[in-house]
């Protein structure tokens, strides 16, 4: 938490606003995105999805292959502890909606399903997207698979299992427009995932790193993957790491921005 803490207000210090914002690409961004509205009808799901999840009381026993929980002291948790405690904000989660908007996103892959909160906000930004989730315990992906056909029509493919199982075989002859890592806390998975999902890039595909000053190892894997020479351009919202392969980018560069 300490840790948390030093490098939120280092982020606060270092950070800007799309007013100090040089590059034309991000300013678009960030004005049409990222600071926009979400429409009322999308944001009206996620909000009840996240009612129903921070209402359920029912147990699930969960299997943690990733850093663990600095939360739950046991694997035997309530739904509504973990949503409140674990799951994605509704603010973010109404970025990621107009972030699949925006970015005219159709091949999504999320490492990470966990109660399916950013599952449903990614294909709410498009009803046509095809997602493929990936969860390594089997309770808590029952939640999602069960429910979120109520709110949304997308073609949802969940892969039960370890990532060191499931991703290899999502990735074979296979293109993202967007992968949205939130499955695994630490430093090396983190970038084992990241280069083994480089295969399927392109030049507008976008990767979205969930929480990466939740720990010293989780910055470092960060700036790792910044100065990786296939990635052009980044975006540091202190709780995600964004990044952009785009070749027409010349020179690298690097923003740490209030959104």
Avoid at 41 to 55: G, H, W
Avoid at 104 to 110: F, Q, R
Avoid at 117 to 122: C, D, I, Q, W
Wanted: aromatic letters at 12%.
């Amino acid at each position: 938490m300490f840790y948390q803490i030093k490098s939120y207000l280092s982020f606060l210090k270092q950070s800007t606003t799309k007013f100090g914002v040089h590059s034309p690409f991000v300013f678009k961004c960030l004005t049409s995105c990222f600071n926009a509205k979400t429409k009322a009808e999308k944001s009206d799901i996620i909000k009840t999805y996240n009612f129903f999840l921070k209402k359920n009381k029912n147990r699930i026993h969960v299997t943690d292959y990733g850093a663990g929980s600095r939360i739950f002291k046991n694997n035997e948790r309530r739904v509504s502890d973990i949503a409140k405690n674990a799951g994605i904000s509704i603010k973010r989660a109404k970025i990621l909606i107009r972030m699949v908007k925006y970015f005219n996103v159709n091949a999504i892959l999320e490492i990470g399903t966990s109660l399916g909160m950013s599952t449903l906000a990614l294909a709410l930004g498009n009803k046509k997207a095809k997602i493929i989730t990936l969860e390594g315990c089997s309770e808590t992906v029952k939640i999602p698979q069960n429910e979120l056909h109520k709110y949304v029509k997308n073609k949802i493919d969940f892969k039960i299992g370890e990532f060191g199982d499931t991703l290899p075989k999502v990735l074979e002859n296979q293109k993202y427009d967007l992968v949205y890592f939130d499955g695994n806390h630490q430093k090396e998975p983190t970038i084992t995932y990241f280069e083994q999902c480089l295969q399927t890039i392109h030049n507008d595909s976008i990767f979205i790193f969930d929480d990466i000053h939740w720990s010293k190892e989780m910055t470092e894997a960060w700036e790792y993957i910044k100065n990786h020479e296939k990635v052009k351009l980044t975006l540091d919202t202190f709780n995600w790491g964004i990044v952009f392969f785009r070749k027409e980018q010349q020179e690298k560069e690097h923003f740490i921005i209030r959104i």
